[in-house]
């Protein structure tokens, strides 16, 4: 019994080892194999292919994956610290990082290719035809965006080289982002075939709310890009709008300021030359607010010659570096005048907060000044209603999606703007460049503007003529108004008159009354003595 017992023991024993020796040999031997890109992620296994869900059926396996996706982390870096430079050079232009026209157009093609990098990496694993046809679109309009940059002449100069590299930087990330998709593709089915025996064709609801969210994202590029584009036709539209006068370049040539003169020189009866009305603008460009009174008191002989120009970023001005306060402003228009071979004397014309300019303007030119208008100016005291922290941060937002220029389409469409509607008429004020002037001018107002009038009133001779227009609707709605319209009233010691216009709005000129009352006052500044 003991025997038999035994017997079958060994006997089973020497099965067994049998058994396991042919298994083994059976195994394909790893003992001598090194692991490899594809196999050290790979768990011991027996013959045949692995679950399409196991973990390790990944494209990350491949070196040429990992690569892309390495890549791609880099150009986000690259990007965002690219984002980080523009941003701070809207409130302060770093040495030659100035854009002379596009506003906040760098600003988005840099947001546009950080949101396309990141959207591409978080859905790195995830690729879908959709999402590589959205990547192919906007690659496309983005291409085209870098076309119409670098083909028309005005532009190109507008956006600089920070602008060209802005868009060429966006336009390369965007096919990117396509070969990207397609990599991973690749990598995908190469594991998948490899792996399991065959591609996988189905997706996990984690899979296909991935391609959903990353599908509805990309839609939502697809028309910010598109905006993009067809405002960016608009800008080119209205680049071939001439200017009347010239532009000149000024501040070290870093960017134009226009300039134009109507009428002729001439004398008095000692031959000594009469008075050229040079006129600031208030809150809008002159072409679209002032110069229709102006000109009718130079077609009927009120005035012999006027000059006017447009501050940075208004009308055909480019946009100057910032910080811009109203006294940079006052000597980029002084070194305009000089390079057009225009001299005084001059009698200041200024409405609303032009005045300030005007104002700094005479007190660096007391010698050429014949006299000061001021049409219901704003005091500098009150800069703190331009200057408030709250105004600068709309005007800042409405800055970053100005480029979208969703309003300038719908005017150029559904109510026939024209291009001086969107240079210097109605929908001046919704150009990126002009947004980024006001910007300019409220970060300062309360600082460096208050600072130079305020220096401005005392160097200010006592004797210059000097005449005070108010509105009346402004004075009696405002107690703090009407009290700072008369002190503007002793900043000379020769006031000629002070009128309060009834009914004006702050516009003056609007009415007929007070068209009437501004140019029977300019008349007589101009020929004070």
Not at 205 to 213: D, G, N, P, Y
Request: proline share 4%; glycine share 8%; net charge neutral.
């Amino acid at each position: 019994m003991v025997s038999l017992w035994g017997s079958k023991n060994g006997n089973d024993q020497q099965h067994g080892d049998d058994s396991a020796n042919e298994d083994n040999s059976r195994q394909p031997s790893r003992q001598g194999r090194e692991a490899d890109e594809r196999t050290r992620l790979l768990p011991p296994r027996n013959d045949g292919y692995l679950d399409p869900d196991d973990p390790a059926v990944s494209p990350y396996n491949l070196f040429s994956v990992r690569a892309v996706r390495f890549v791609g982390l880099l150009f986000l870096v690259i990007t965002f610290v690219w984002w980080v430079l523009l941003l701070v050079s809207i409130f302060v232009s770093p040495p030659m990082m100035h854009s002379r026209g596009s506003g906040f157009f760098d600003f988005s093609f840099t947001t546009l290719t950080a949101g396309n990098l990141s959207i591409g990496l978080l859905f790195f694993s995830t690729p879908s035809r959709p999402m590589e046809i959205s990547s192919l679109i906007i690659a496309a309009f983005l291409l085209l965006d870098m076309i119409v940059i670098l083909a028309v002449q005005r532009l190109r100069s507008e956006e600089g080289w920070v602008g060209i590299t802005s868009v060429i930087w966006a336009t390369a990330m965007a096919f990117y982002n396509v070969m990207s998709d397609r990599v991973v593709a690749w990598g995908k089915k190469e594991e998948e075939e490899r792996l399991t025996g065959r591609q996988e064709t189905r997706r996990t609801l984690r899979e296909w709310c991935a391609v959903m969210t990353a599908t509805l994202i990309m839609v939502i590029m697809i028309i910010i890009t598109i905006l993009l584009t067809a405002t960016l036709i608009l800008r080119s539209r209205d680049a071939s709008l001439k200017p009347p006068g010239d532009r000149y370049m000024v501040d070290g040539d870093k960017y134009k300021l226009h300039l134009a003169c109507l009428g002729n020189i001439t004398y008095d009866e000692k031959g000594k030359r009469n008075p050229t009305v040079l006129v600031e603008a208030g809150e809008l460009p002159f072409e679209d607010t002032m110069d229709d009174w102006i000109y009718g008191a130079f077609k009927n002989g009120t005035i012999d010659r006027y000059c006017y120009y447009d501050r940075p970023g208004f009308a055909w001005s480019d946009n100057a570096p910032s910080p811009h306060s109203a006294g940079m402003t006052s000597d980029a228009l002084s070194e305009a005048l000089a390079k057009a071979g225009e001299q005084g004397p001059w009698v200041l014309v200024s409405a609303g907060v032009g005045s300030i300019y005007s104002r700094i303007f005479s007190s660096r030119h007391v010698r050429d000044v014949h006299g000061l208008f001021l049409i219901d100016g704003l005091h500098e005291d009150l800069l703190h209603r331009i200057g408030s922290p709250a105004r600068g941060f709309v005007l800042w937002g409405r800055g970053i999606i100005s480029p979208l220029g969703y309003d300038r389409l719908l005017g150029a469409i559904f109510k026939g703007r024209t291009r001086e509607d969107r240079v210097y008429g109605k929908s001046a004020y919704q150009a990126g460049k002009f947004i980024k002037a006001k910007l300019q001018e409220n970060l300062v107002a309360n600082s460096l503007t208050k600072n130079e009038v305020s220096q401005a009133r005392n160097i200010q001779t006592p004797n210059t003529p000097l005449v005070v227009v108010s509105s009346a609707i402004e004075v009696r709605s405002d107690n703090e108004w009407e009290r700072k319209q008369e002190d503007l009233t002793k900043i000379t010691d020769n006031l000629i008159s002070w009128d309060v216009v009834n009914k004006a709005p702050h516009r003056v000129w609007l009415t007929l009354e007070g068209r009437t009352i501004l140019e029977k006052r300019l008349g007589e500044l101009v020929r004070a003595k």
